[in-house]
């Protein structure tokens, strides 16, 4: 059974540092995209990184390049968005989404269909 868990939100004061979680089950972490999304209120779902099990590397969207990174773990099947210098424009739900076997590209990154399954989110809120 394919699941994706994110945890590891709260609430931040700017320039904080923040460590997301998404722990997968169902299936390796080769030959899958692992995206992650926000989503702040009456705003539309917006794609900021993707991790590529396919060659390991990670892309990021230039909202958020040279302050978040993606790292995994992939004895626990896990992927992690750490965040830096965070600001309160980063106030959002915060999902992961897995694509199986994705082989389109990265760049510009996946688009929310194209992942099939989805966490339940975690917020990230932001504030002084």
């Known amino acids: 059974q394919v699941r994706l868990v994110e945890s590891g939100g709260g609430l931040m004061q700017p320039g904080d540092s923040l460590r997301l979680s998404c722990a997968t089950s169902?299936?390796?972490?080769?030959?899958?995209?692992i995206g992650w999304f926000r989503q702040a209120p009456g705003k539309e779902r917006e794609g900021i990184s993707c991790?590529?099990?396919?060659?390991?590397?990670?892309y990021y969207a230039d909202s958020v390049k040279g302050r978040f990174t993606i790292s995994t773990d992939n004895v626990k099947n896990t992927v992690y968005l750490i965040m830096h210098s965070l600001k309160p424009e980063d106030t959002a739900v915060y999902y992961c989404?897995?694509?199986?076997?994705?082989?389109?590209?990265?760049?510009?990154?996946?688009?929310?269909?194209?992942?099939?399954?989805w966490g339940q989110g975690t917020q990230v809120t932001v504030s002084s």
């Open positions: 991790f590529s099990g396919r060659d390991g590397r990670s």
């Open positions: 989404a897995a694509a199986p076997h994705y082989s389109g590209s990265y760049d510009p990154l996946p688009r929310p269909y194209e992942y099939a399954y």
């Open positions: 169902g299936f390796p972490l080769d030959y899958v995209a």
